[in-house]
């Protein structure tokens, strides 16, 4: 709901119609070109966060159903994908691309219902990017040895079977940033989506289908935690790649050590946007807002901790509060909403703890007036001032629609103060000078540092962290390399 003041439009609701979606009331697992059941018979609930309604009963795979899954991607290796030709596999991937843009209405609304971000991110964001990224390495299928690694006999060639664990914050996003290489470079797939946000993924498994993508090929086992570690642990997997939280991270690294699994990991982060006293305000303030509040906080590379400049920070903060009065908060299938439902009841609570911890150690809290809905997982865009680089809201990935605002007198203070956390995945920089740009971007330990905007991702960029952000990169040429051998 639209925050209340005086010079803030009243806007109408525009729901988007959920008639193009069709929710069967339980789904299987995906393995060998078909829908199976969970061969212990268990299953899971789906929930929609901004309804708390029940959506679909879901298959929970265990140990023996990751094992089939990855026996038929070994199959569909062995004795398809890996022997087809690159120009053939590209046709399949062009294909997969056409099929989600032809249905991509039903993939934005399917998405924005499981997940609760804004039909407008998944509309214009999510979907139209997912099939970016497949059209993009369709190209690379018949040019991977022009790629960089390797050319003749010795040149590039895939390694095997993949399992591939993706997070509930861009469902299939990272499906597509998951699955597109992998099949490019020839390797087949076993992916498990995350078990609150697994729809999106299983609508894809139907397009596989749709496709004709060969039998085993891509394989889709849905559960949670025991799901994901049966799949990462399977000695036949030649491959691991994983996004989601630094902790669960470390576990991966400590599992497949001494084994011969290639593996990437994209991890958390706590990004600095930082906004220097040259910076174009209006401009800054609106990528802050994206920064932060785009898909309610639930990004990795957000850019969670905001550095001004202290000669401009009353400047900066008075134009981002009036900004972030015009934020409207509700449902996400209202074409009006700009933030979504919080993902999970577990996920609010771990935003209300941190930001209860924010007050507790001294910062100051401020939230426009904001009429949340009565039922769902919502919280309101917030921001802490006086925060101290020692206070856990500073250090500690929220994974929430929280920004923490730190001042700073000089460019040297601004790179200390950024470079001053365990991640490094991303940063934003604000100034008018390029030269400042480039000077202070080559002092920043970040994989993605954007200048003068925020969140802009393309499949031809590489994308990835360092330190507690992971390792490895996934898109562009180099998101090719972790699936090459």
């Not at 390029?434 to 954007?450: H, P």
Request: negative net charge; glycine residues 10%; hydrophobic residues 40%.
């Amino acid at each position: 709901m639209a925050a209340k003041t005086s010079n803030a439009f009243d806007y109408a609701p525009a729901p988007e119609s959920t008639a193009i979606v069709d929710i069967k009331p339980s789904y299987g697992l995906f393995v060998n070109g078909e829908f199976t059941d969970a061969t212990s018979g268990r299953g899971f609930k789906t929930i929609s966060p901004s309804t708390e309604e029940v959506l679909a009963e879901i298959a929970e795979a265990d140990a023996a159903d990751v094992d089939l899954a990855v026996k038929a991607a070994r199959r569909a290796y062995t004795r398809v994908w890996s022997r087809m030709s690159g120009a053939e596999r590209g046709k399949y991937l062009f294909r997969i691309a056409r099929i989600i843009q032809e249905r991509a209405r039903e993939f934005a609304v399917l998405e924005s219902i499981d997940n609760g971000k804004p039909i407008k991110e998944t509309r214009d964001v999510d979907v139209p990017t997912v099939a970016a990224h497949f059209f993009y390495y369709a190209g690379w299928a018949d040019k991977l040895e022009y790629s960089g690694y390797g050319t003749g006999p010795d040149g590039p060639q895939p390694l095997g079977v993949a399992g591939q664990v993706i997070p509930w914050n861009f469902p299939l996003l990272m499906l597509a940033w998951k699955i597109a290489p992998a099949l490019a470079c020839g390797n087949t797939v076993v992916l498990k989506p995350a078990e609150t946000t697994p729809l999106t993924a299983l609508l894809f498994a139907e397009v596989c289908q749709q496709a004709d993508l060969p039998p085993g090929v891509v394989n889709i086992v849905t559960g949670a935690g025991e799901t994901g570690r049966a799949l990462i642990g399977h000695p036949d997997v030649d491959k691991v790649a994983f996004t989601g939280s630094t902790e669960v991270g470390r576990s991966i690294a400590k599992a497949v050590a001494g084994s011969d699994k290639r593996v990437t990991l994209e991890l958390g982060g706590k990004a600095a946007n930082i906004v220097f006293d040259d910076a174009p305000v209006d401009q800054a303030v609106e990528g802050i807002v994206n920064g932060i509040f785009f898909n309610q906080g639930h990004v990795c590379c957000a850019g969670s901790r905001l550095l001004v400049q202290e000669s401009v920070a009353e400047e900066v903060l008075g134009k981002l509060k009036r900004r972030m009065k015009t934020l409207r908060v509700g449902d996400p299938l209202d074409k009006n909403t700009d933030i979504g439902a919080i993902n999970s009841a577990e996920q609010l609570a771990k935003i209300r703890e941190l930001s209860e911890v924010g007050e507790a150690e001294g910062a100051e809290r401020w939230s426009p007036p904001c009429d949340l809905p009565s039922t769902g997982f919502w919280f309101p865009p917030t921001i802490f001032t006086g925060v101290s680089q020692a206070h856990r809201i500073a250090r500690e990935e929220i994974f929430g629609p929280v920004l923490s605002v730190i001042t700073f007198r000089t460019p040297k203070e601004a790179v200390e103060k950024a470079n001053n956390t365990p991640f490094g995945l991303s940063a934003g920089i604000w100034t008018d000078k390029g030269s400042r740009i480039l000077w202070t971007a080559s002092q920043l330990r970040a994989g993605v540092v954007w200048s003068n905007t925020f969140n802009r991702f393309d499949p031809a960029s590489p994308f990835g962290g360092y330190k507690e952000s992971g390792y490895g990169r996934e898109g562009g040429r180099h998101g090719l390399e972790a699936y090459l051998r």
